[in-house]
T-cell receptor, first 116, second 112 residues
Framework: DVKVTQSSRYLVKRTGEKVFLECVQD?????MFWYRQDPGLGLRLIYF???????EKGDIPEGYSVSREKKERFSLILESASTNQTSMYLC???????????????FGEGSRLTVL | GDSVTQMEGPVTLSEEAFLTINCTYT??????LFWYVQYPGEGLQLLLK?????DKGSNKGFEATYRKETTSFHLEKGSVQVSDSAVYFC???????????FGSGTRLLVRP
């Protein structure tokens, strides 16, 4: 069974703390993504990585950075957490296909971050 | 830019009722279209997809037809069950793009 695992389901952090969200996939997928999910806004892309050590900004990268040192792991970093980063964070992965990916995105269960 | 618009929820239905969740899109060219479903406490999973005009995607009794002329991809099911209660997301992806663009999601609640 395919699996995308996010390290923490629930986190509570204080303003200004550095936060790491980890995501691991066991499917040998090239592409990995970080989205945030907010009510009424759907999913918005923060960053994606099309392969190891490769990354590109999504639609809302401000305040975030990412790291992809190994193919199976994609980390999202909040350098200095702020209250407006309270959200549900979803990691996803996808096998690279000929047309940049007609294939399915596989999602983790999400990490709900609260910044106080 | 590209965008997806879904009907606002929540949609509340009785078991065995007919379901339609509207989805329209704005995109250049011929995007691929998707419906994802998120059950309570879980991540999203692909429900169905269509990659060209007039294609019909189907899965688990759900169907959606890619209508280029109306730029729509409405989700339908003839008889919903309580277990279909979830949030449904419409999404598009342009060819040669890595990015999947999601709508805001529609919550469906099915009552026994």
């Amino acid at each position: 069974d395919v699996k995308v695992t996010q390290s923490s389901r629930y986190l509570v952090k204080r303003t200004g703390e550095k936060v790491f969200l980890e995501c691991v996939q066991d499917m040998d997928h090239e592409n990995m993504f970080w989205y945030r999910q907010d009510p009424g806004l759907g999913l918005r892309l923060i960053y994606f990585s099309y392969d190891v050590k490769m990354k590109e900004k999504g639609d809302i990268p401000e305040g975030y950075s990412v790291s992809r040192e190994k193919k199976e792991r994609f980390s999202l970093i909040l350098e200095s957490a702020s209250t407006n980063q309270t959200s549900m964070y979803l990691c996803a992965s996808r096998k690279l296909a000929g047309d940049y990916g007609a294939g399915e995105l596989f999602f983790g269960e999400g990490s709900r971050l609260t910044v106080l | 830019g590209d965008s997806v618009t879904q009907m606002e929820g929540p949609v509340t239905l009785s078991e065995e009722a007919f379901l339609t969740i509207n989805c329209t899109y704005t995109a250049t060219g011929y995007p691929s279209l998707f419906w994802y479903v998120q059950y309570p406490g879980e991540g999203l999973q692909l429900l169905l997809k269509a990659t060209k005009a007039d294609d019909k995607g189907s899965n688990k009794g759900f169907e959606a037809t890619y209508r280029k002329e109306t730029t729509s991809f409405h989700l339908e099911k003839g008889s919903v069950q309580v277990s279909d209660s979830a949030v449904y997301f419409c999404a598009l992806r342009r060819i040669s793009s890595y990015k999947l663009i999601f709508g805001s999601g529609t919550r469906l609640l099915v009552r026994p």
